[in-house]
């Protein structure tokens, strides 16, 4: 079953935050962010494990909480560089082991 | 490391062709997936494999989808006959596979092949 991401869109000016969430129905075992420029393949960010872990990567943070089966990904500070579609990536464990279904994507354009 | 090699990265056909796109991915990887991706749905997962077995084939859209992959280095997807909605970018990703539970395995992307049914 497909996640769920929020906001489908975000415009912001550099130097500005944004926060992008990513909810499911079913029980996770992770959670996988991964940007994609245009034109261009899907790039891994980072992968957060249930266990309510928080990850950084240079100034984008994540977090998951497993009861609520929300992650949310915290992009500060926005370079032009971070304009891209951003999906999340749920995989549920159990016999759905290592499936990888994504959310349908959130647009970030960071305008100068 | 070459990363994931996908061919052709561009291919037009006409309806009722036969169609066959080709993976290559990154050595020592374990996990291979097939992707589809629309404006309409967003990426879907058509099959994935773990050790040259497909595990999980339900997002394959009909019979005439079929996937294989004969050994750790090749993977192919075939449409037959194809027919225009079949038209989207197709990516195939690898990673190196789950040998605990505990170990992160991030998805490596080729950089896909652009599908155009006529």
Known sequence: ?112 | DAGVIQSPRHEVTEMGQEVTLRCKPISGHNSLFWYRQTMMRGLELLIYFNNNVPIDDSGMPEDRFSAKMPNASFSTLKIQPSEPRDSAVYFCASSPGRGTRWVNSPLHFGNGTRLTVT
């Open chain 1, 1 to 112: 079953q497909q996640p769920v991401q929020s906001p489908q869109a975000v415009i912001l000016r550099e130097g500005e935050d944004a926060v992008i969430n990513c909810s499911s129905s079913k029980a996770l075992y992770s959670v996988h962010w991964y940007r994609q420029k245009h034109g261009e393949a899907p790039v891994f960010l980072m992968i957060l494990l249930k266990g309510g872990e928080q990850k950084g990567h240079d100034k984008i943070s994540a977090s998951f909480n497993e009861k609520k089966q929300q992650s949310s990904l915290y992009l500060t500070a926005s370079q032009l560089s971070y304009s891209g579609t951003y999906f999340c990536g749920t995989e549920r464990g159990g016999t759905s082991y290592g499936k990888l279904t994504f959310g349908q994507g959130t647009i970030l354009t960071v305008h100068p």
